[in-house]
T-cell receptor, first 111, second 113 residues
Framework: KQEVTQIPAALSVPEGENLVLNCSFTDSAIYNLQWFRQDPGKGLTSLLLIQSSQREQTSGRLNASLDKSSGRSTLYIAASQPGDSATYLC??????????FGTGTRLTVIP | EPEVTQTPSHQVTQMGQEVILRCVPISNHLYFYWYRQILGQKVEFLVSFYNNEISEKSEIFDDQFSVERPDGSNFTLKIRSTKLEDSAMYFCASSARIDSPLHFGNGTRLTVT
């Protein structure tokens, strides 16, 4: 069964710092990998989706990479802002068309 | 930007009662999903739905659960005979194609007392 792990569980950084969130998964037979943002009590906002054939995707200050063979993905956030404070979830989609989520990294950006 | 909407945002029910959680997916999407997140735990897949039938379901999705698309816009999750452990945030999602991003609603927080 697919297992998705995210490290660290929580991260606190001063405003302006660049940071990296890590995600690993046990079964490399994935369809794609998606990074989400979750604000407290809210739904899931899709940030980036990387197809299994791709190596990375970029959107604004966010860059996500995928190394399918080693079962790893990273989310890089440049020049962090207080508004980036949220929980970031990594999820892999299997051929069965469902997502397996990690436990998330709770990010706090200190002004 | 079109979005997935879920109602109600919070539902409180007594153990043993039936609840129906409602979702309106994005209008041109073809794939629909329900996920749940027990407080402090991972988001878990429940069921996917395509072409008016269940395409995949998890071990969690037993006979207590059912889904329906009663008309062209709504997608519902019914939970019969609710238990305390059904308390969770339930998320609906939809996608245009099997390989496109899932768009999630804001969730319904179900509290079973």
């Amino acid at each position: 069964k697919q297992e998705v792990t995210q490290i660290p569980a929580a991260l606190s950084v001063p405003e302006g710092e660049n940071l990296v969130l890590n995600c690993s998964f046990t079964d490399s037979a994935i369809y794609n990998l998606q990074w989400f943002r979750q604000d407290p009590g809210k739904g899931l906002t899709s940030l980036l989706l990387i197809q299994s054939s791709q190596r990375e995707q970029t959107s604004g200050r966010l860059n996500a990479s995928l190394d399918k063979s080693s079962g790893r993905s990273t989310l890089y956030i440049a020049a962090s802002q207080p508004g980036d404070s949220a929980t970031y979830l990594c999820a892999v989609q299997t051929g069965a068309n469902n997502l397996f989520f990690g436990t998330g990294t709770r990010l706090t950006v200190i002004p | 930007e079109p979005e997935v909407t879920q109602t109600p945002s919070h539902q409180v029910t007594q153990m043993g009662q039936e609840v129906i959680l409602r979702c309106v997916p994005i209008s041109n999407h073809l794939y629909f999903y329900w996920y749940r997140q027990i407080l402090g735990q991972k988001v878990e897949f429940l069921v996917s739905f395509y072409n008016n039938e269940i395409s995949e379901k998890s071990e969690i999705f037993d006979d207590q659960f059912s889904v329906e698309r009663p008309d062209g816009s709504n997608f519902t999750l019914k939970i019969r005979s609710t238990k305390l452990e059904d308390s969770a945030m339930y998320f609906c999602a939809s996608s245009a194609r099997i390989d496109s991003p899932l768009h999630f609603g804001n969730g319904t927080r179900l509290t079973v007392t």
